[in-house]
């Protein structure tokens, strides 16, 4: 049985799948009625109801933390729902009598003097460590994979043949499936306990920004595309009209242009994951692909 937080977003809804081939029992959180999914309870609440959070520890062997906010307002609005929730989220296990957590950070939790987003990541990690729980933190570079709208804007853009990036630098990435493979071989293996990985898909020194933008121009048929970086001054500038045409919607907030301008989010070799526990298994490009092919029939590209 495993209680799960954030099974309502793209990545929260990969791992729901994938624990049910792997037939788990799940209880997942959800503030709105969900569909019914087979294997999966759903809970009523949120991370601030503590009745909520204390029906989905009910019976439970083990928690993976998925839940957290990629955008807010200001630090506030990170703090109460990447460091508060967090902390409430720990609180509820323990009172369960629940030993094992699985916490999922961001490799800005690295930086977090860089962005809002990273401080609040960081300081969830420092609760989790802080817990007295059989804890592990895995700490995901940019995700990818069939149904996420964070990266879709830049499919947009490769399909039109241009495509706005933040400063020379280079990243790792992983897709939504290998993480969730990730989350749940971590669950049973005792020697992860009190460590902190750092996942990817396996390419040596990550990618190149310009190289992968020209990857996902390939995913939706262009044979070439020209890639422009933007100084970081530009993209304050384009994180402020982003929030004046979109308001709330606005995917470019000035905390995510601090840390897209950062040059090194590449996954530290010597934080990746026992290889004996997990793998990568999706190639990029294939799995470029398969998002482009969701966007299509979702009517998103």
């Known amino acids: 049985m495993l209680a799960i937080t954030g099974g309502t977003g793209f990545v929260g809804g990969t791992l729901l799948r994938h624990a049910a081939l792997r037939h788990h029992h799940v209880r997942a959180l959800a503030r709105r009625p969900q569909p019914a999914m087979r294997g999966v309870d759903w809970i009523g609440g949120s991370l601030e109801d503590p009745a909520a959070l204390a029906r989905l520890m009910e019976g439970a062997d083990a928690v993976i933390h998925v839940a957290g906010l990629t955008t807010a307002r200001d630090r506030a609005g990170f703090e109460a729902g990447n460091v508060l929730g967090t902390l409430a989220v720990v609180e509820a296990a323990a009172a369960a009598g629940i030993r094992r957590f699985v916490n999922v950070s961001s490799l800005a939790a690295r930086e977090p003097d860089l962005s809002d987003y990273g401080w609040s990541k960081f300081r969830a990690e420092q609760i989790v460590a802080a817990s007295g729980l059989d804890w592990t933190s895995v700490r995901p570079p940019a995700v990818f994979g069939p149904g996420d709208r964070d990266i879709l804007e830049l499919f947009k853009m490769a399909r039109r043949g241009v495509v706005l990036l933040p400063p020379g630098g280079r990243l790792s990435v992983i897709e939504a499936s290998d993480l969730s493979r990730l989350l749940l071989s971590l669950v049973p293996a005792s020697d992860t306990i009190g460590q ?76 990746r994951p026992p290889a004996d526990i997990w793998n990568p298994h999706v190639d990029t490009r294939a799995g470029l692909v398969a998002t482009a092919n969701s966007y299509r029939a979702a009517g998103w590209l």
Do not use: C
């Open 196 to 271: 902190t990985y750092e996942p990817d898909d396996g390419t040596p020194g990550g990618w190149s920004q310009a190289g992968f933008a020209e990857a996902i121009g390939a995913a939706v048929g262009r044979s070439r595309i020209v890639a422009l970086h933007a100084p970081r001054p530009v993209l304050s500038i384009a994180s402020r009209l982003d929030r004046l045409f979109r308001g709330r919607r606005a995917k470019l907030t000035r905390d995510r242009a601090a840390y897209y301008s950062h040059p090194d989010w590449v996954a530290d070799p010597a934080r």
